[in-house]
């Protein structure tokens, strides 16, 4: 079952650029749940010191495509609390170098671990490994309770731009938003199949307040980039996301 999961989340991440020896997810143009990825990268990582990197260095370059508000109900629905440090060392790695940083209101939201050991599985085998572990810990990662060394992001190890965004139409979208409310409903839209029935329903999963998500689906209606669509005799209104 974890090999699975790994292999799962190793194609999505290779979809999204990562040198992985792994096939993409589906075809070009295949819609990858970046928020939720990043939720099961962090019960993952441990198993796998390599995607823990990689997903890293991959923030680092595209940090703005993610959907901060959705995150945000993500974590709070779906994250276990013993995920928290993981993915607050994720985050707090992964926003190196934006200024001001641009997961600082996610970091607040989670919590450190109580019970401070190695990040990864192969450095608990063994007191010998997890003495070094601690030894050799970033600072970061002693603030989470999760010990490994110092991150070196692996930018070789992810395809030009042009190439990421060819097989990812979707996360041009995503930079221009920068991570705002807009994102938060557009991948809503695209991922979340309960977000589509309703207002109310859409701003579950979004995240953010009823008069905030009338706001940006308004501006994306504008756009040409949802619609809200009500059949005759159906008193509901369904929302799509235009393509």
């Known amino acids: 079952m974890l090999r699975e999961q790994l ?10 650029g990562v040198a992985f020896d792994a096939a993409p997810v589906g075809s070009a143009g295949h819609d990858v749940d970046l928020e939720r990825l990043l939720v099961e990268t962090a019960r993952l990582a441990p198993a796998m010191p390599r995607l823990f990197v990689m997903a ?18 993500l974590m709070a629905e ?11 060392l994720l985050l707090e790695l992964g ?8 997961f600082a209101a996610l970091l607040r939201e989670l919590h450190a671990a109580p019970d401070p ?5 192969i450095e608990r085998s063994s007191a010998a490994m997890a ?6 810990a970033s600072p970061e990662s002693k603030r989470w309770g999760r010990w490994c060394e110092p991150v070196e992001p692996r930018s070789d190890a992810i395809a030009p731009a042009h190439v990421v965004m060819s097989r990812n139409p979707w996360l041009r979208l995503a930079m221009d938003f920068r991570g705002d409310l807009r994102a938060a409903v ?4 695209r991922h979340d199949s309960d977000a589509r029935i309703s207002e109310s329903a859409l701003t579950r999963c979004a995240g953010g307040s009823r008069a905030q998500v009338r706001n940006a689906l308004a501006n994306l209606e504008l ?3 949802a619609a809200r669509i009500r059949s005759p005799g159906v008193r509901k209104t369904r929302i799509v996301v235009m393509r």
């Open 186 to 189: 557009v991948a809503s839209l």
């Open 223 to 225: 756009t040409g980039r």
């Open 56 to 73: 890293v260095t991959w923030l680092q370059i595209y940090g703005d495509a993610l959907a901060r508000h959705r995150l945000r109900h």
């Open 95 to 102: 926003q190196a170098g934006s200024h001001p940083p641009r």
């Open 117 to 121: 050991r190695p990040l990864f599985d």
């Open 7 to 16: 292999d799962r989340a190793v194609s999505q991440w290779s979809t999204l």
């Open 131 to 136: 003495e070094r572990a601690r030894r050799r």
């Open 78 to 88: 779906e994250l276990a609390p013993t995920d928290h440090p993981v993915l607050g």
